[in-house]
């Protein structure tokens, strides 16, 4: 069992920065930061391989998103540049310690889930 806990969201305009952070109890294969706007479905922002650091980005956010993993401390991290009204969303942290060759995120590969932290952009 791995427990994820996230912190660092909040509230910023057009523009701004945020960092997310993700702490994990235990060890992983792979990590990732899922969002969810108010009345869609969950989708996969980035996801990061824990042993190799391979990283996915989805297109909404290259350029602009990076993940990133502190092994020593079991942590993930997201690092939100050039925020945009339509980045609002709960983010949520996901791991899994399963085997997936699939390199797109999706919510059925995570059994792991953080509670969630919600971030918003203003205009």
């Known amino acids: 069992q791995v427990q994820l806990v996230e912190s660092g969201g909040g509230s910023v305009q057009t523009g701004g920065s945020l960092r997310l952070s993700c702490a994990a109890s235990?060890?992983?294969?792979?990590m990732a930061w899922f969002r969810q706007p108010p009345g869609k479905e969950r989708e996969g922002v980035a996801r990061?391989?824990?042993?190799?650091?391979?990283?996915w980005y989805a297109d909404s956010v290259k350029g602009r998103f990076t993940i990133s993993q502190d092994t020593s401390k079991k942590t993930l991290y997201l690092q939100m540049n050039s925020l945009k009204p339509e980045d609002t969303s709960m983010y949520y942290c996901?791991?899994?310690?399963?085997?997936?060759?699939?390199?797109?995120?999706?919510?059925?590969?995570?059994?792991?889930w953080g509670q969630g932290i919600l971030v918003t952009v203003s205009s």
């Open positions: 235990g060890a992983t294969n792979r």
């Open positions: 990061i391989y824990s042993r190799t650091g391979s990283t």
């Open positions: 996901a791991a899994s310690t399963r085997v997936t060759w699939n390199p797109i995120p999706t919510v059925n590969q995570f059994e792991y």
